[in-house]
């Protein structure tokens, strides 16, 4: 016996109201927006006419979006750069709006998380060998998305 699958129809004004929701509870941006459209089984010929009313009504700002984004992987998840950038990049936001965020990042407090997440970790290894324990921190920041000058620089100082 076949199951048969029941999709739900929605109204645009029930798709407008999901959205709205959607964005409200925290930032989004376009790929987001269009998984959901995706998840509410909308058409892919209205995704544009529902990304419009968002973006006309302030739910939907990729700047704003990259902002916060940049700021929250920086201070709660200790990302580094280049992983925010990749990141940003797979959810297609315009390069213009990463590098300028990237840009407004303070390079005094950047080297003091990097600084910051280097001591906590090498407090945390138990290795007595120093080339391996070196070895290992570079790969930890490196994971965590630090350019590896900026990380060589901050192991000679904590080492």
Do not use: P
């Not at 280097?118 to 007595?128: S, T, V």
């Amino acid at each position: 016996m076949k199951k048969k699958i029941v999709t739900k129809v929605y109204t645009d004004e029930q798709v407008i109201e999901k959205l709205e929701h959607f964005c409200a509870y925290q930032e989004r941006c376009v790929a987001d927006v269009k998984k959901k459209l995706y998840q509410l089984n909308v058409s892919i010929s209205e995704y544009e006419q529902f990304i419009n009313y968002l973006t006309e009504h302030n739910f939907l700002n990729e700047k704003r979006f990259t902002e916060r984004f940049t700021q929250g992987k920086l201070n709660i998840k200790n990302w580094g750069k280049i992983k925010i950038s990749y990141q940003l990049k797979q959810k297609n936001i315009d390069t213009n709006y990463i590098e300028h965020e990237l840009n407004c990042i303070d390079d005094e407090m950047y080297k003091d998380k990097l600084q910051q997440i280097l001591i906590k970790k090498n407090k945390l290894l138990k290795e007595a060998d120093e080339y391996k324990k070196r070895q290992k921190l570079i790969i930890y920041a490196q994971q965590k998305g630090f350019e590896l000058d900026l990380i060589l620089k901050t192991i000679d100082k904590i080492l």
